[in-house]
């Protein structure tokens, strides 16, 4: 029996789109919501993403609506496999194991919380599969600090009470679709994300949406790598002052009084060992969040920049905070490979 998967949302924060007021709703996977005061709500890859606007800068909170599907098997086994989906990418700290409400009626709502710990940060979530006429949809909440989980759980639980099975639509004949762009750049061979464009310019590969959100910035850029002169900390600071020579940018220094954040060195599951950083920049007046990571490949480091514009002075943080967007650009950089890098044989488990 197939179930329906949750795709990973490995990090999970805001995202800012389309604002839309309490009286409105949004239809996903053949249930249509109530949207909650104060949140707004964007499409991506599928999903419709919503997010409460008055989050701090730092602290992310999102409620993902994924697409529907007619039900096979039981509405829990649908709940089960989104968990096991989400819980393999991390440490589960704590897991409720989840309950049933309306068993057996024409409704039925299953859901799952827990914490769970990725990269040394604890997400609480809160997962739900919603069946309805036969069909199933979604949800994933999700936060990295417990006060905002806590917070907006009461909205999200009138949400699902508020929710109402819709017709779907029949399915348009199926159409060709081009298959994803393979590129290479130096010694990488990547494939473009769905969704996503590339051009090159004098300072390497960029890649921004297909479809621009107005009045936002981001985008994630390849460039030229370098000889691996020193450790990964001077590379690293090597890769943020070149980040600032290609988008012709200042230092916006921290409290502290450093110019950015470099996370401990850590290895992939491929073997190369990586860093990554994140600090602000400032150009043309604004302030943009940047994110650096070096890669070291044999006797070189391959470097990678993201770039996103900060909303309303920091409180709302970035584009790049939307846990789909981290997910995409995550899942591009661990599936880069490398001509001159054998990755691992990875035997299947027992």
Not at 12 to 36: D, H, K, Q, W
Not at 90 to 105: C, E, H, L, R
Not at 152 to 170: E, G, H, M, R
Not at 290 to 305: A, C, F, Y
Request: glycine share 10%.
């Amino acid at each position: 029996m197939r179930v329906f998967m949750f795709g990973w949302l490995c990090v999970f924060s805001l995202f800012g789109g389309m604002s839309l007021t309490a009286a409105e709703t949004v239809t996903a996977g053949g249930i249509a919501v109530m949207i909650p005061d104060g949140w707004d709500h964007a499409d991506a890859d599928g999903r419709v993403v919503l997010t409460p606007r008055d989050l701090p800068q730092g602290v992310g909170c999102t409620l993902t609506l994924l697409g529907g599907k007619a039900l096979e098997g039981s509405v829990t086994d649908h709940l089960t496999a989104a968990w096991d989906g989400v819980a393999s990418k991390g440490k589960v700290i704590w897991d409720d194991k989840g309950k049933v409400d309306g068993a057996g009626n024409p409704i039925e709502v299953a859901s799952r919380a827990g914490i769970i710990e990725l990269d040394g940060v604890q997400f609480h979530v809160w997962a739900v599969a919603y069946h309805a006429n036969g069909r199933v949809a979604l949800m994933l909440l999700a936060s990295n600090k417990a006060e905002t989980f806590n917070k907006y759980t009461p909205a999200v639980a009138a949400l699902i009470q508020s929710a109402k099975s819709v017709p779907v639509a029949a399915a348009p004949a199926a159409v060709k679709m081009d298959a994803p762009a393979a590129g290479v750049f130096g010694h990488v061979r990547y494939t473009v994300p769905p969704g996503w464009t590339e051009k090159r310019d004098a300072g390497g590969v960029v890649f921004s949406l297909s479809k621009p959100i107005p009045d936002e910035v981001l985008e994630f850029r390849l460039m030229k790598s370098r000889p691996a002169a020193g450790n990964l900390s001077d590379a690293t600071a090597t890769a943020w002052a070149d980040a600032f020579q290609v988008y012709g940018a200042q230092n916006t220094d921290r409290a502290n009084d450093t110019k950015y954040k470099a996370e401990p060195a850590q290895k992939s599951f491929k073997g190369w060992e990586y860093v990554r950083a994140t600090g602000l920049l400032s150009a043309n007046k604004d302030e943009y969040f940047l994110g650096v990571m070096v890669i070291k490949i044999n006797d070189r480091i391959e470097r990678l920049l993201i770039i996103s514009m900060m909303r309303n002075h920091h409180e709302r943080g970035s584009l790049y905070d939307s846990a789909a967007h981290k997910q995409m650009i995550d899942e591009f950089i661990f599936g880069m490979k490398f001509d001159d890098w054998k990755d691992p044989v990875v035997e299947p488990g027992l």
